[in-house]
């Protein structure tokens, strides 16, 4: 059964920092490429960071270049996404995902909330 866990969503003032963990099972991990989404209230969801393997590369959405960071752990079949200097706009459902590399296959976690509030 595929699982992706996303965990360490919370609140935070502006300007501080939160690390989200998505913890994957029911697949060859290594076989994916990894990503964060986020879908804010009225928004459409939208990529934040992909991670195609252990180094990379990466990408990342403009709006949160210089600020997050993506990274991947293939021996605990883990993705983190660093947030530092976090601002409202960043307030979001985030959303863990797989894609594979050598398939079509796709999953999603179920998302933890981010809120950034003064």
């Known amino acids: 059964q595929v699982q992706l866990v996303e965990s360490g969503g919370g609140l935070v003032q502006p300007g501080g920092s939160l690390r989200l963990s998505c913890q994957a099972s029911?697949?060859?991990?290594?076989?994916?490429?990894m990503a964060w989404y986020r879908q804010a209230p009225g928004k459409e969801r939208e990529l934040v960071a992909r991670i195609t393997s252990i180094r990379g590369p990466t990408n990342y959405a403009d709006s949160v270049k210089g600020r997050f960071t993506i990274s991947r752990d293939n021996t605990k079949n883990t993705i983190y996404l660093q947030m530092n200097s976090l601002n409202p706009e960043d307030t979001a459902v985030y959303y863990c995902n797989a894609h594979g590399v050598y398939s079509s296959n796709e999953y999603w976690g179920q998302g933890t909330q981010v809120t950034v509030f003064s």
């Open positions: 029911g697949f060859t991990f290594s076989y994916y490429a």
